[in-house]
């Protein structure tokens, strides 16, 4: 099974938005409403930012939207913040198989 | 609030077994509801799904290193465990536990992760 595929970096300004891309197959992010996405900051666990496509946990600020189109899903960050800086992965679930992506590292300007 | 905690050596040896432990406080281990999974980040590199067991023992693993991992789970203590065989040096990664959701799939609560080093 090979990693979900996402833009090696994305940036932007404060007050901008960023939208990162995670493209898998009909198997994994095409074919179930699991997508999900964490953000890392450097020498910290990834933390959970989105839940099935576009559900957001407790506590995560309404600026992270998630969506899915095919086999494609993406994160908007809005309204870009200084602290919004880290690296951003997808996941999928793939039957009974767990899928992350390549990670995207975001930049604000 | 629930907490997972790494365990374990944090060097090991080529072509020896890799063994950690995740402690779980603030929540049973036996929840009907939830998955338990190990995930692990070479340096500087992305994340890798390891494996992911229930607390009845059912086990999924990851296809590519399904031949070397054996998860196991002890309710008694609360714990789960991870073992990865005949270890190389792109075994060296931090190794996170992490509770899973049985609906959603996602990773709510993560350990700290902890770093194991192969080399002799």
Redesign the interface.
């Known amino acids: 099974q090979s990693a979900l595929t996402q833009p090696p970096s994305a940036s932007g300004s404060p007050g901008q938005s960023v939208t990162i891309s995670c493209t898998g197959t009909s198997s994994d992010v095409g074919g179930y409403n699991y997508v999900s996405w964490y953000q890392q900051h450097p020498g910290k666990a990834p933390k959970l930012m989105i839940y099935e496509v576009n559900k957001r946990p407790s506590g995560v600020p309404d600026r992270f939207s998630g969506s899915k189109s095919g086999n494609t899903a993406s994160l908007t960050v809005s309204g870009l913040q200084a602290e919004d800086e880290a690296d951003y992965y997808c996941s999928s679930y793939a039957g009974h198989n767990n899928l992350f992506g390549t990670g995207t590292k975001v930049t604000v300007l | 609030q629930l907490q997972l905690q790494e365990s374990g050596p944090g060097l090991v040896k080529p072509s020896e077994t890799l063994s950690l432990s995740c402690t779980v406080s603030g929540g049973s281990i036996s929840s009907s509801t939830y998955y338990w999974?190990w995930?692990r980040q070479p340096p500087g590199k992305?994340?890798?799904?390891i494996g992911?067991i229930y607390y009845t023992g059912t086990t999924?693993y990851?296809?590519?290193l399904k031949s070397r991992v054996t998860m196991s789970v002890d309710t008694s203590k609360n714990q789960f465990s991870l073992k990865v065989s005949s270890v190389t040096a792109a075994d060296t990664a931090v190794y996170?536990c992490a509770r899973?959701?049985l609906y959603?799939?996602?990773?709510?609560y993560?350990?700290?992760?902890t770093l194991v080093t192969v080399s002799s």
């Open positions: 999974g995930i992305g994340l890798e799904w992911t999924y990851n296809p590519s996170y899973q959701g959603n799939y996602d990773y709510d993560w350990g700290q992760g």
